[in-house]
């Protein structure tokens, strides 16, 4: 009996995840569908789901009017620069939270999370105006630090949480082998701390190379990344629904095909502390 | 060389005064244990020997010299952890030879040291294993190997067997024992289980709210205890205490009785009780005998002794192992 309704049960809850799964994964999957059709058939109503004549001469078209490597480069610049520079101050950072707590750590950790609450258009005018002034407007230095900053706070939490899981005693116990603060964190914390640091990386690539808003704000046409290269099929002369899929299909593939391959560590990295 | 001098040390965390000021001290080559209920500071103070806190006031003097505020490495101590503290991601040869390799000796060296103190500990089937591929005992040789080949002045043990289970707590408090012998190296060694803190000491140290009760062998700890709370605490099954006119009838507050130090008949003695609950060990038996106003009294018996719930006993307390104690708890000599 009780058997029963746990196979029952199941059913439902996996035609549920399914049903939410298609529904989150369903616009990708449009866009997707979308970058083979015709201009035409991508504004004709009512859309039809696969019986359209499959072309290729969208991505022509765009490889054509567009250098999609160069911002694809950029992307990848953009995105690796800030992670890593990220993590080379947030595994300090997050070290000394994590094993020299004080009585202000938990409130540092807070503040740190709440810039996080800040609307970014709030800072955009000063920054904007900070990076003409300092030359970073459009260079990949800048985006670099922008993004990074905008980071920083997800990055040093998620590595807070993993180095709390790591013992102190092991710690301690390079301490007294005579390890220098340097060696502890090189030799011991961080090989110890590898699948966590492996899925911060992660989260982290894909989160900056997402990031719309000030890509598309700091950036004109040298240090554009991706996301300025959707941005530019949605001009002024008309929307060109199909180019403007075969751009964004472009844009976001690498990060699709690297999540797939990281999935494990991603769900690791995003439930670490919830389920031991 | 490995004597080891507090003057005065003392810890606070914020207001709370876990250690008041203690003086203690340790000689070259021994065997000292630090042993007290949980929470009484015994391994706050192997810590502070350590270097691994800081004390709030007073001295802590390596040979003679003055380490207070030497870091935990140049102290020359080595210490083996509770949970071992292994690296995890590395082999065992790797992790006995972290100490080695932070030191900067050559490859060479570190290998040889490696190889030895593996040979004294039998580590040489599982060395290029990791430590998640040992067994608790093994985990433990690991850790003692690691502190080993430092050649320290002396070891620090924080409760190292308390994870392993009791027959092989037996066997590695025999080769902790062992090899103090071997190596005659000051060692320190912190338990809440007074076994162990009998069998290993050459001195125990017994600990109470941060203040030292006692220090003294394993037999003066038994024989005379200088207060209420060492007697309770050394000896198992624990001494008796009894309160009231029975104590006063020996002009103390208090007098103390151990369980193996009372004699059990059927017929006659001094005290009559009723017997309760009682533990058939073989070797031993271990009555809990209800003697009316006195309360309930633990009496051993060698061998079978054949009673029951129910049965009526009679105890005789022999009169040279009586322990009186006055007002203040403080035993009466």
């Given amino acids: 009996m ?35 059709k015709t201009e035409a058939e991508a504004i004709a109503s009512p859309p039809s789901l696969f019986n359209f004549h499959w072309t290729l001469e969208n991505y022509f078209a765009v490889q054509e009017r567009s250098n999609y490597f160069r911002h694809f480069w950029n992307s990848v610049v953009i995105s690796l620069g800030s992670t890593l520079l990220g993590l080379a101050i947030a595994i300090p950072a997050a070290w000394s939270m994590a094993f020299v707590p004080t009585k202000r750590t938990k409130d540092v950790l807070m503040w740190m999370l709440s810039t996080k ?69 090189l030799y011991v914390l961080t090989p110890m701390a590898v699948p966590g640091i492996a899925s911060t990386l992660l989260l982290n690539v894909i989160l900056a ?3 719309a808003f000030w890509t598309l704000n700091l950036t004109a046409a040298k240090a554009a990344p991706l996301t300025a290269f959707i941005a530019s099929y949605s001009s002024p002369e008309g929307l060109f629904y199909a180019k403007l899929s075969a751009a964004s299909t472009m844009a976001i593939a690498p990060i699709l095909i690297l999540g797939w391959f990281s999935q494990k560590q991603l769900v690791r990295g995003l439930t670490f502390g919830a389920v031991k | 060389m490995g004597s080891i001098q507090l003057k005065k040390v003392e810890k606070r965390f914020g207001d709370v005064v876990v250690i008041p000021p203690l003086d203690l001290e340790i000689e070259d080559g021994d065997f ?3 042993v007290g209920p949980s929470g009484c500071g015994k391994s706050t103070l192997l810590r502070l020997i350590a270097g691994l806190e800081d004390v709030s006031g007073g001295t802590i003097e390596i040979n003679g010299k003055d380490a207070t505020s030497v870091p935990p490495a140049k102290r020359g101590l080595a210490m083996v952890f509770q949970s071992y503290a292994l690296y995890p991601h590395m082999s065992v040869r790797k992790n006995i030879a972290f100490p080695l390799r932070m030191a900067g000796m050559s490859q060479a060296e570190q290998d040889a040291k490696v190889n030895a103190a593996a040979k004294v500990l039998n580590l040489g089937d599982y060395i290029d294993r990791r430590p998640g591929q040992l067994s608790g005992g093994q985990r433990q040789r690991v850790a003692i190997g690691r502190a080993i080949v430092r050649e320290p002045d002396a070891f620090l043990f924080d409760e190292p067997l308390s994870n392993l289970d009791a027959a092989l707590r037996v066997n590695m408090r025999l080769e902790i024992s062992e090899l103090h012998s071997t190596l005659a190296t000051t060692m320190i060694y912190v338990t809440h289980d007074q076994v162990e803190a009998m069998t290993m000491a050459d001195k125990i140290v017994v600990l109470q709210a941060g203040h030292i009760e006692q220090v003294g062998s394993p037999l003066e700890l038994y024989r005379s205890p200088r207060n209420l709370f060492v007697s309770g605490f050394i ?8 309160t009231g006119a029975e104590a006063a009838k020996h002009g103390a507050t208090t007098i103390g009785i151990r369980p193996e130090h009372i004699d059990l008949s059927t017929t006659e003695g001094m005290w009559k009780g009723v017997v309760g609950v009682s533990e058939h060990l073989g070797s031993d038996t271990f009555l809990r005998v209800d003697v009316g106003d006195l309360g309930t009294i633990t009496v051993r018996a060698s061998g079978e002794f054949a009673v029951h719930r129910g049965d ?22």
Avoid: C
Avoid at chain 1, 151 to 156: A, E, T
């Fill in chain 1, 209 to 211: 190379w997402n990031e």
């Fill in chain 1, 117 to 185: 609450m800040l609307p970014p258009v709030g800072v955009l005018i000063p920054i904007y105006l900070m990076f003409r002034d300092t030359g970073l407007l459009d260079t990949r230095i800048g985006l670099v630090v922008v993004l990074t900053l905008i980071n920083l706070p997800i990055i040093v939490w998620m590595l807070f949480t993993y180095f709390k899981e790591i013992p102190g005693e092991i710690l301690e116990a390079s301490r007294m082998d005579g390890a220098t603060l340097r060696s502890e964190i």
């Fill in chain 2, 235 to 242: 000896g198992s099954p624990k001494m008796n205490h009894i």
């Fill in chain 1, 2 to 36: 009780s058997r029963a309704v746990s196979t029952r049960r199941k059913a439902i809850t996996t035609a549920a995840a399914w049903t939410i799964g298609l529904a989150i994964f369903f616009p990708i999957l449009w866009t997707i569908i979308t970058s083979f």
């Fill in chain 2, 32 to 34: 000292v244990v630090f």
């Fill in chain 2, 312 to 333: 009526t006993v009679y105890l005789t307390p022999q009169a040279m192992h009586l322990h009186r104690f006055g007002p203040d708890g403080l035993a009466i000599r």
